[in-house]
């Protein structure tokens, strides 16, 4: 973790601090909904991706995943 965002972290919130002039502007709550679910989607699509490539070069630590997640379904009880 760099050191500026620790200290960010570490630091209580001042409310009398000096507004930053490239802080994001507070838009409407339904854009900025919008926005988080862009971006999780976006994560999600990249995620899916990466596993995708990831059973593809490695077969047999896919097929090993396929084989325990097939265990642990027969032995979820419903």
């Known amino acids: ?14 409310p009398d601090a000096p507004v930053r002039q490239d802080a994001p502007v507070q838009q409407d709550p339904e854009e900025t909904d919008a926005a988080r ?23 047999r630590r896919a097929r090993a995943a396929r084989m325990r997640q097939a265990m642990r379904m027969r032995t979820f009880r419903w």
């Not at 965002?5 to 630091?11: I, V």
């Open 1 to 14: 973790m760099p050191d500026g965002e620790k200290r960010k972290r570490d630091q209580p919130d001042q």
């Open 37 to 59: 679910r862009r971006r999780r989607a976006q994560f999600l699509r990249e995620l899916h991706e990466a596993k995708a490539l990831r059973d593809r070069v490695q077969p």
